[in-house]
């Protein structure tokens, strides 16, 4: 499998802006669409039982996260909320476009600057949906984030993240700080080398790697370093051997390890 790098995922999004045509506005509504169809899919008991929580950052996860309300709610799904911690100084253009269409189309939305408190009502709610910070994050998530992150995980209830679990190192696998604990990440065009490292494993849960449209040729010719070697792989590449063969028919291994007195890795 093919993975991109945080640069190579920025490269790509870039790419596909300036050579292919595919405007942010396009590729983010893409974006939130697949990711609510995915939702509805896997988490439709959570959506008919109660109320689903869409939490969205000021930046273009958040816009992403601002998308995905709007296919829900037109797809039925009306008991839901957005609650929003997007500073106004550090909201992105498209962040406040997807907003004006959140507004319009009546879904409520609640500023946890202005009201912090309401952040409590996430515990409330059957389904919660990251969409705080993207793979571009690189810092611990600190002050009301971190809190934010701290009530989601603590809620015990079903979290999807967008993109990436928020707090994430997505090269590294790093989770320093607040990290969200996701039961199942949602990511667009590659999965992330982080997603299978370190803490990623444990905090992404189920992966799904969707389609937005990126165009085959800025995958393949961006995202060349880093690939997830798989069981399938492993199949198609490993030599297949007979079922009378034993370990003399395959070549001898040397080990050279060890020091005197501390044989045991060796041997091992």
Known sequence: MRLATVKQSQEVDDLSQKAYGLTGEILMEAAGAVA???????????????LAAIVCGPGNNGGDGLVLARHLHSAGHRDLIVLTMAPKDRQSALFKLQMGRVKSQGIRVIDLIENPEKMEQLRSAELIVDALFG?????RLEGDFARLVDVMNS????I?????PSGLNCDTGVAGGSVVRAAMTVTFGLAKPGFFVGDGPTHCGKLKVL???F????????????FLFTERLARRYLPRRLETSNKSDHGHLLV???HEGMWGAGLL
Not at 36 to 50: H, N, T, V, Y
Not at 160 to 164: A, L, N, P, R, Y
């Open 135 to 139: 793979i571009g994050l690189s810092r």
């Open 160 to 164: 999807v993240s967008i993109d990436c």
């Open 215 to 226: 165009p085959f040729e800025a995958l393949r010719g961006v995202a060349t370093s880093h």
């Open 211 to 213: 389609p937005i449209g």
């Open 256 to 258: 050279l390890a060890g």
């Open 155 to 158: 809620s015990k209830k079903q």
């Open 36 to 50: 609510s169809r995915e939702i509805d899919q896997a988490f439709f008991p959570e959506l008919a039982r109660g």
